[in-house]
């Protein structure tokens, strides 16, 4: 009988006036569905309308929408058979069929920019990649990207689609996300589906969190103040941006050539005889000390400078723009000469086009975007026109300036009359930015969290560390909101330790081992339930932010995985981990987690072991494996009391268990005060 009707239902479907009818983003051709269980399916139709679903494998489904039009329903997946399903939902007009849908295990990868670097990236290019991409044909393995608009309350959709696996798509996805899947799939034989949520680079990990559980948080308990006051249209602030046009900064930073002026005037600015005789005069440090941090200044300027070329050599020259930390675009005598098209490093010394340059008078005219902290065109001796790598020309110090766009509320607003119209928001106000608290929650999590999975995977710290103090809370508060939109507190968890890396000489900070700390918060973290850490001492870039090693990471995480959520008891999964600390006689006995089949180092003498009395002055140490202990002592310390290993930003460690998984830092004080 409900077969019967819901076959008249269909009929009824096919006859009935148009009305709109839309899935939730992820659902689309190629997506993976987390096999053998009940997975959520929502979407939108007009206010109580009714939407039928249908799948191949035998679920039929007539959901009722509520008064919005938001529509919502459970449907049992298969096991994994490999075989590509199809789902139809539709109402009176419209039929929407997906296909390519595999059954599998869907996991959610987050972080910063470690977790979203691509297997792609040509800055920092990932090692081996140029061997793996043209093999990387795996049909069972499915990616989505996610992006969205940065939000003070929670958006409903988000932007992307699932991409098949191949030689001409991984370029695209996580380096440490692929690896990761792809590790899952050659040892359980099902689909593996990755949603990538990391967007942009440069993210902390509160910008992940819920307001109610972040605000339970050291420095962040104004949260929801703050939410307020942000989203008030009565603020002056927010008045002046209600009267003001604005561009995205997406419009501003392309790959190609063609420059985006932000409005029709500044069109104007490159041409050789136009009017500047009502611009500033400023020497290009009283232009860098507008843009300074303390003048809470960052956006657009222009410069231009007229100036007399003699030289006979009007070909084959080239410009040398110098130091500059910014987003640049140069013009002389109204021609494209060359711009900076995205993060990273550029060449600084490039071709001026042919019968561009004139002798006599010209014009150039610069463009100067500054994204975030001090920026500016800085000086540099090196810059100016030359020929076969000799100097032949340079500019004079001062130039023509017109501030002429304000970075605001991640936007860029025009400015009429520069920097004196400019109204600052409020302290408490939040920056519209993907980088503020809760902003990528907004903006990723809570769109994507209905979305059926088996984990999450997470990679991030590198923004936290000079507030490595607070980062256990804060990344709890991350943890709990992930499980609590899924809505399931036990969801396994996994996360990246950060990698070694010299922060201090990477920040111009002279003081504080920054990442042995952030570390240590991370490796305390393991007494939450569900939670593992793939430890990466042994790949850290004193130099690179970015260590180019990701292979070694996402096998780590899907070695927790395994062990954890797929069966694999035995499995060695984790390097070393500090267990606890005897002293007798004068020596620290550490005991370890995690030894696997026997703790290892790759040389003769043990590295980075110290310990301290009372005092808590650590010194430098000897170590020594025996058996599944690690004895530790030093003359400089009789009577001692703590023993930490690895503290430091960056090193290289020689420590692992024979499986070799290098061993994590730990400082016994912290595990003591944990305790």
């Not at 076959?7 to 051709?29: A, V």
């Not at 600015?269 to 860098?288: A, M, P």
Request: include cysteine; proline fraction near 4%.
């Amino acid at each position: 009988m409900k077969k019967i009707v819901l076959i008249f239902i269909f009929i009824f479907f096919s006859c009935k006036q148009d009305e709109s009818l839309s899935l939730g983003s992820l659902f689309q051709d190629h997506m993976i569905l987390q096999q053998d269980e009940f997975v959520a399916i929502w979407g939108y139709t007009k206010p109580r309308g009714q939407v039928f679903l249908k799948t191949d494998w035998g679920e039929e489904k007539l959901i009722n929408a509520d008064e919005s039009g938001e529509w919502n329903t459970k449907i049992k997946t298969l096991k994994a058979d490999l075989k590509p399903h199809e789902l139809v939902v539709q109402n009176s007009s419209k039929k929407i069929i997906i296909k390519d849908i595999f059954f599998g295990e869907v996991w959610f990868a987050s972080g910063q920019s470690n977790m979203g670097w691509q297997m792609g990236n040509k800055i920092t290019e990932v090692e081996g990649a140029i061997d793996e991409i043209p093999l990387a044909d795996y049909n069972e393995i499915r990616y989505f990207r996610a992006t969205g608009n940065d939000s003070y309350t929670p958006n409903k959709n988000v932007k992307g689609s699932w991409k098949v696996c191949s030689p001409e798509t991984v370029s695209e996805f996580s380096a440490v996300a692929y690896f990761f899947a792809k590790e899952l799939f050659n040892n359980l034989q099902v689909p593996i589906g990755i949603i990538h949520g990391t967007w942009r680079m440069g993210h902390p990990a509160e910008a992940y969190a819920m307001p109610e559980l972040l605000e339970k948080v050291k420095g962040f308990e104004k949260i929801n103040e703050r939410i307020k006051i942000s989203l008030d249209p009565n603020t002056p602030y927010n008045m002046w941006l209600s009267n003001h046009n604005y561009v995205e900064l997406n419009q501003l930073i392309n790959d190609d050539n063609n420059t985006t002026f932000l409005s029709d005037e500044n069109k104007k600015f490159v041409e050789k005889k136009y009017n500047d005789s009502n611009w500033e005069i400023l020497s290009l440090k009283e232009i860098n000390k507008k843009f300074s941090i303390e003048n809470e200044f960052d956006g657009v300027v222009w410069l231009r400078q007229t100036f007399d070329y003699q030289k006979n050599q009007v070909v084959d020259l080239e410009f040398e723009i110098g130091e500059v930390n910014e987003f640049f675009d140069i013009f002389i005598n109204g021609k494209f000469v060359n711009r900076r098209k995205g993060y990273g490093k550029f060449e600084s010394r490039f071709l001026i086009p042919d019968n561009i340059l004139n002798q006599g008078i010209n014009t150039i005219a610069i463009r100067i975007a500054d994204m975030y902290g001090d920026g500016g065109l800085l000086e540099d001796e090196d810059r100016g026109i030359y020929y076969n790598n000799k100097k032949i020309y340079s500019f004079f110090d001062t130039w023509k300036v017109k501030f002429s766009s304000w970075k605001t509320n991640n936007r860029l607003y025009n400015l009429e009359e520069g920097l004196d119209e400019i109204v600052f928001p409020s302290k408490l106000r939040m920056p519209r930015e993907g980088s503020k608290p809760t902003m990528l929650y907004n903006s990723l999590i809570s769109p994507i969290s209905p979305y059926t999975l088996k984990g999450f995977i997470w990679y991030q710290g590198e923004n936290n560390v000079t507030r490595y103090e607070n980062y256990r809370s804060t990344f709890l508060s991350v943890i709990k909101t992930f499980r609590k939109k899924w809505e399931n507190e036990k969801l396994p968890f996994y996360y990246v330790q950060i990698a070694p890396h010299e922060y201090a000489n990477r920040r111009n900070q002279t003081s504080g081992e920054f990442a042995a700390n952030l570390r240590e918060q991370q490796r305390l973290t393991l007494s939450e339930e569900n939670v593992g850490m793939a430890v990466t001492m042994d790949i850290g870039d004193s130099l690179d932010i970015h260590p180019k090693i990701k292979k070694p990471v996402g096998k780590r995480l899907a070695l927790w995985a395994l062990a954890k959520d797929y069966g694999y008891k035995n499995l060695t999964h984790s390097g070393p981990l500090f267990k606890e600390v005897n002293f007798q006689k004068g020596k620290a006995i550490v005991s370890f987690d995690h030894i696997g089949s026997g703790l290892h180092v790759t040389n003769k003498k043990l590295k980075y072991f110290e310990i301290a009395g009372k005092d808590k002055i650590f010194q430098t140490a000897n170590a020594q494996i025996k058996g599944d202990k690690v004895i530790v002592w030093s003359k400089k310390v009789p009577i001692p009391l703590y023993v930490r290993y690895g503290w430091k930003n960056f090193l290289t460690p020689n420590f692992f268990n024979k499986e070799g998984l290098p061993a994590s830092s730990f400082n016994s004080i912290n595990h003591l005060n944990d305790e």
